[in-house]
């Protein structure tokens, strides 16, 4: 019986860690404010802003820059209520860069990075041709770092490690800015931006302000884990009663 108690225990431990671990605080899932963006060799940039609680800061900006050209250049980025994601596109004549940035409407994000994961993840959920990515930070201080660019060529999580972010105060981060610079005739949607990973804890209090609710949600691995806790704990007392009636 104590072997069975043990390992439930056990279990209990190591989901709870694994819900620590995989919850995700969402920067921005895209699914509420809608920007509709275009350029062409007349319009050379487009910019565009939405509000909504479920934005980081409050706020999301973007600007769409138009860097390579032919008469017939095109691109655009789009991000409607219904398709839940954000999508930048490049004729066959254009390349350019978008540009999203979290300031909480220039007022700054006050936020402790630290204690809310380790990295910055990028969920690309479809791509036809390869498109960098990049991360800008600016902390309270006005000190400016990015990360390494990555280039993608297929549907996949992004990672960009706190790690690689030097010279900044990541517990007073007030900007973020996300870049994706597609080429000829690119496709690319993002479905989510986020911090995820294990973060710092006890993280003084005067330093965490993030001025809107941070949404966690664990991850599918997350809870898988909780429904076999969940079977295990019944496993354990079906033997435990069993015994008894021995």
């Known amino acids: 019986m104590k072997n069975f ?112 994961g380790n990295s910055f993840a990028i969920d690309v959920t479809d791509i036809d041709l390869a498109t960098q990515f990049e991360i800008f930070v600016v902390d309270s201080n006005n000190r400016e770092s990015s990360s390494l660019s990555e280039s993608i060529t297929k549907s996949q999580r992004v990672l960009f490690d706190f790690d690689s972010f030097t010279g900044v105060n990541l517990s007073s981060i007030d900007e973020i800015h996300l870049v994706s610079q597609g080429g000829l005739n690119v496709d690319v949607e993002i479905d989510s931006f986020s911090i995820v990973g294990q973060g710092i804890i006890n993280v003084p209090q005067d330093q965490n302000r993030i001025p809107i609710d941070a949404t966690n949600i664990p991850e599918p691995a997350t809870i898988m884990g909780l429904f076999f806790c969940c079977g295990l704990g019944i496993f ?11």
């Open 5 to 116: 108690l043990h390992l439930s225990l056990a279990a209990s431990t190591l989901l709870a860690a694994t819900i620590d671990a995989q919850a995700a605080t969402f920067i921005d899932t895209f699914e509420q404010g809608i920007i509709d963006l275009s350029v062409s060799p007349i319009d050379l940039v487009d910019t565009g802003s939405a509000s909504h609680t479920s934005i980081l800061g409050g706020t999301r900006e973007i600007e769409l820059l138009l860097t390579a050209t032919d008469d017939q250049a095109f691109a655009t980025t789009n991000l409607f209520a219904s398709s839940d994601n954000f999508s930048h596109s490049n004729n066959t004549g254009a390349s350019s860069i978008a540009s999203i940035t979290y300031d909480a409407g220039g007022n700054g994000l006050g936020a402790n990075l630290l204690g809310l």
């Open 236 to 246: 354990s007392r079906k033997k435990i009663h069993f015994k008894e009636n021995i």
